[in-house]
């Protein structure tokens, strides 16, 4: 542990201020010494890290080169909507969200139409946004503004939906014991 913070301290792939993933456990360094790190949640509750884990796992560093990053909103529409409208109100929903990089040296935001799902035809908007810190809000901003926009234009959301056949019913199920 004592040489891995060494390590961390001096030559560590990041520092104090990023939002790093370690075994599951996804926050933001807050402090590195010698024998562990602390990383703060996104619930606010602390966690100590042996540097060891650090120097010996995977270590998912979200902002080590650059803030900005990709989010993926998907979307399930009614069978029978127009999927080409779906895409035009999708785009549109991204280009009006200050927080979706829109030219650059990222691609544009691009709405893939991914499966006939069970229920729903399936959708995804990918975007990338300014600062990945940011990525929850920016999500909960686009999914507030497609509803909307789905709303006005009569498209209709879908949930998972099943239709259950009972056959062969025992009498005693059957009977009403009134």
């Known amino acids: 542990n004592c040489f891995s913070g060494l390590f961390l301290l001096f030559d560590g792939p990041g520092g104090r201020g990023d939002w790093i993933v370690v075994n599951g456990t996804g926050g933001v360094v807050k402090d590195i010494h010698i ?8 619930d606010r509750s602390d966690v100590i890290v042996p540097n060891s884990e650090l120097i010996s796992n995977q ?9 900005a990053g990709r989010a993926i909103v998907p979307v399930g529409v009614a069978y029978g909507t127009d999927t080409e409208k779906v895409r035009d109100v999708l ?3 991204a280009k009006q969200n200050e927080g979706v990089l829109q030219t650059g040296a990222y691609p544009e935001p691009v709405v893939l139409f991914r499966a006939f799902g069970d229920s729903s ?3 995804e908007l990918r975007v990338f ?10 999500i909960s901003e686009l999914n507030f503004a497609i509803d909307k926009e789905f709303r006005e234009e009569g498209f ?5 939906q099943r239709d259950i056949n009972i056959k062969n019913l025992p009498d005693n199920l059957l009977k009403n014991k009134n």
């Open 35 to 42: 024998l562990s790190t602390r990383i703060q949640t996104f």
């Open 59 to 67: 270590v998912t560093n979200w902002v080590l080169s650059n803030r």
């Open 91 to 93: 785009l549109a929903v």
């Open 121 to 123: 035809l399936n959708f």
């Open 129 to 138: 946004l300014r600062d990945i810190a940011k990525r929850i809000s920016v």
């Open 156 to 160: 209709k959301i879908l949930f998972p």
